[in-house]
């Protein structure tokens, strides 16, 4: 009985030899997709500047860590280099890393503040799509590229102005390079999760409300309350893996310039009117 349920799981990996690079791979949502595309037969660079839980992650997974600042166009080359010189080739390009940035009102928008959220949340994502595009095109592979994009690209009031107009920005990106890099057989996709209780999401949440010692369990709480359709359900970083893990696999083939929406329904519906139903 073991035996054929080991056999199951090794048919049923979707991503046999292929070579990833996750940029914010050390932990929350990249962390997880880094295990499950591991578990999944791909071998993985993560690439974050988070060294010593990226680098224990690596060793865990059977992958290479190396200090990535997405910021820095060299940074986000030297990674995609590295993937190819260790495996050869690079199939799967996760450009995930991102950071919450600062609230406040747009009356009082500190413009240093602005820059730099862009620098990591939209130039990190071109600089990976422009490097993983260089070397796809090179090694003729084809490839996935995914962009960490989110629900507050979609709907307004979710997150603070720059963060909103970053996000959103990414899936125009995402949507543009599509369509220059189908010809070469390379699919470029969005993912956007929603109230993930990561250690961005919850520090933002303590930053926001003042409250210091929040627990990612609240922030679970309010998701499963009020912040999905799916009542009694909340969202975890393995939602969001599994999402990215169908878009690098095959079952994704015809699947380019989408953005895959991970939220409940959030941004697309309300049950506050439910009563029509009755
Ligand atoms: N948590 C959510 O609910 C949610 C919702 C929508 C979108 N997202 C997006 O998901 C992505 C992952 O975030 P998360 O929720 O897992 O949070 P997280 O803070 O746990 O992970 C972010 C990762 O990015 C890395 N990173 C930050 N700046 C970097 C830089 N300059 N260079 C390289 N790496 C850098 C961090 O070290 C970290 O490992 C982000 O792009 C975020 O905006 C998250």
């Not at 990249?30 to 791909?42: D, I, P, R, S, V």
């Not at 500047?49 to 690596?58: H, R, T, V, Y």
């Not at 009082?108 to 799509?129: A, P, Q, R, T, Y």
Request: proline share 1%.
């Amino acid at each position: 009985m073991e035996a054929r349920d080991d056999t199951n799981k090794l048919s049923s990996k979707r991503l046999t030899g292929k070579v990833a690079v996750i940029t914010g791979g050390a932990r929350g949502i990249g962390a997880a997709t880094a295990k499950l595309f591991a578990e999944n037969g791909a071998h993985i660079v993560i690439a974050d500047i988070l060294d010593e839980l990226g680098a224990a992650l690596a060793s865990t997974i059977g992958g290479r860590y190396i200090h990535c600042d997405v910021t820095k166009e060299e940074d986000v080359e030297s990674a995609v280099r590295l993937a190819v010189s260790w495996k050869g080739q690079l199939d799967i390009m996760f450009n995930n890393a991102g950071i919450s940035g600062s609230g406040g009102s747009i009356t009082s928008l500190n413009m240093e503040d602005v820059k730099f959220l862009l620098s990591v949340n939209l130039n990190g994502i071109l600089h990976g799509i422009k490097h993983a595009a260089k070397a796809m095109i090179e090694g003729q592979r084809k490839g996935s590229i995914i962009c960490t994009s989110s629900s507050a690209a979609i709907m307004g009031g979710l997150a603070s102005h720059a963060y909103s107009l970053s996000k959103e920005a990414i899936i125009g990106l995402a949507r543009s390079t599509a369509c220059e890099l189908g010809k070469h057989g390379i699919r470029v996709n969005c993912i956007s999760p929603h109230g993930v209780p990561s250690e961005m999401l919850v520090n933002a949440y303590r930053k926001y409300l003042g409250k210091a010692d929040m627990k990612p369990e609240e922030v679970c709480k309010m998701v499963r309350d009020s912040g999905s359709l799916l009542r009694g359900r909340s969202a975890s970083i393995e939602d969001v893996a599994q999402a990215a893990l169908f878009l690098a696999s095959e079952e994704a083939g015809f699947i380019t310039a989408h953005n895959l929406v991970i939220d409940g329904g959030y941004t697309t519906g309300t049950s506050s009117m439910s009563f029509i139903y009755q």
